[in-house]
Every structure is written in structure tokens, then in C-alpha cells.
């Protein structure tokens, strides 16, 4: 139902543990942080298909190499939960996404917000550890506005959210209109099959960019750069 959170992830979320004072970024995964399609393509040719990128879905666009036709919905729904299963530690990180977020970890709270099976959550979390990504991951399902409004209740800092589907940029805006919402998608292929989503403060492909955009946003909202990083360099 609209508005829900399902208990799993009310669960990870009343267990997170997070500075109230400080600004907070909450940040997808799949093409923001990692990359999705490419290790989405290398898996589906392992299995005789290819995508398609002449529109911004899965559905239709997962096609066989034999007969160059798509394969049903529901097969669709199959690989992707496979993908998932075999690959969710296997994705290569966005250029620049951990530089990016290892200077704004500094002066502000960094969560994920990754729509994958709960299953995949650890192998995903290892991952992006090994990829200079150590935040709070959570794996959300269905929509993430409610998740996103659960996760700010309380929070007395401004906070940015990113994300490349214009479903979820959408759904914060409608529950969390309070939260700063940039539309961001990573591969540069995918970029042109979407125009900047409804409910976008702005649309940033790229992290240097987005870095300076999430800075000047915190810094106009009255928050300096002071704090102390976690090795105590300024
Ligand atoms: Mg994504």
C-alpha cells in the first residue's frame, strides 16, 4: 500500500545510527554509486541475450541473440533477481562516486538506499566496502519515498537524495518534499533516454559536479565544511 514501509526495512532502519545534526546525503546504488548496466549485459550474454538501450526499461529490451526478440516480462523479473543474486558484489563503482562521497562524509551523514533483495543486501554492502563506499546500506523495496521520510524523521539538517529512476526522485517528492532531489544517471549511454525527472531540484550526471552542487546546497542551508574527517585530517 501506498505510504508503507515493509517491516524489513523499518527494522534496518530503526537500527541505523546517525548524527541528527549533521547534513545527510542518501544515495542509490545502481547507476549513481555502481554501475548497473554494464555488468547487467556482460551477465545476460554469459546467457545468450543482450540489452537493447533505445529506451529507459528493462522490460522489452532484454532481447535474444539468436532471434534478436525480447524476452517475456516475467523472464525479465527472473534475470533480474539472478543478477542480483550472482552479481549484486560484482558491480564497478560510478567514476568519482567515492571520492565524492569520502569528502562529504567529512562534515555529513552518508546513507545508501539500494532497492535490492534483502539477500543480496550483505554481498552488496562487502562490495562497496572494498570500493571506498563503507556507509549504512539499505535495502529498500517497492517505493522509497516512505523509506527516505522514515529515515529524515527528526533530522535536524538538510539533506540531499539521489537516485537515476524518475519513479523514486517522484516518490520523495511527494513524502519527503523537505529532502533536496537530484536526478542522476551514471551511464553515459542511458543519459539521453531520460530527461530531467519530474520532482528534480536539478540533474547531475556526473560526481565532481555533484559533489560541488551537494556542498553549496549544505553550505546555503548555513552548515560549514569544519568537521573532522575520521583519520582527524581537516
Ligand atoms: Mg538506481
Redesign the pocket.
Known amino acids: 500500500m501506498t505510504g508503507d514501509i515493509p517491516a524489513f526495512v523499518a527494522e534496518q532502519i530503526a537500527a541505523l545510527s546517525i548524527d541528527r545534526e549533521r547534513p545527510l546525503v542518501l544515495s542509490?546504488?545502481?547507476?549513481?554509486l555502481l554501475q548497473?548496466a554494464v555488468p547487467l549485459e556482460r551477465f545476460l550474454d554469459e546467457e545468450g541475450l543482450y540489452l537493447e538501450l533505445t529506451s529507459f526499461r528493462l522490460a522489452g529490451n532484454i532481447k535474444m541473440k539468436s532471434t534478436g526478440k525480447a524476452v517475456s516480462q516475467q523472464a525479465v523479473a527472473a534475470l533480474i533477481g539472478e543478477f542480483f543474486a550472482s552479481k549484486a558484489g560484482d558491480c564497478p563503482a560510478v567514476p568519482g562516486a567515492s571520492e565524492a562521497l569520502a569528502k562529504l562524509s567529512r562534515w555529513a551523514e552518508i546513507i545508501i538506499v539500494?532497492?535490492i533483495p534483502l539477500d543480496a543486501r550483505q554481498a552488496r554492502a562487502d562490495s562497496l566496502h572494498a570500493l571506498g563506499m563503507p556507509y549504512p546500506l539499505i535495502a529498500n523495496s517497492g517505493e522509497k519515498g516512505p523509506a527516505i521520510k522514515a529515515i529524515t524523521a527528526g533530522h535536524a539538517a538538510p539533506v540531499v537524495f539521489l537516485?537515476?529512476?524518475p519513479q523514486?526522485i517522484a516518490s520523495v517528492a511527494t513524502h519527503a518534499a523537505h529532502v533536496h532531489r537530484i536526478h542522476f544517471v551514471a551511464d553515459p549511454r542511458l543519459r539521453p533516454l531520460l530527461d530531467q525527472a519530474e520532482g528534480a531540484h536539478a540533474r547531475i550526471d556526473e560526481w565532481p559536479e555533484a559533489l560541488e552542487h551537494i556542498e553549496a546546497h549544505f553550505l546555503a542551508q548555513g552548515f560549514a565544511k569544519g568537521g573532522l574527517s575520521r583519520d582527524g585530517e581537516k
Open positions: 542509490d546504488a545502481d547507476e549513481v548497473f539500494s532497492n537516485d537515476d529512476l523514486n
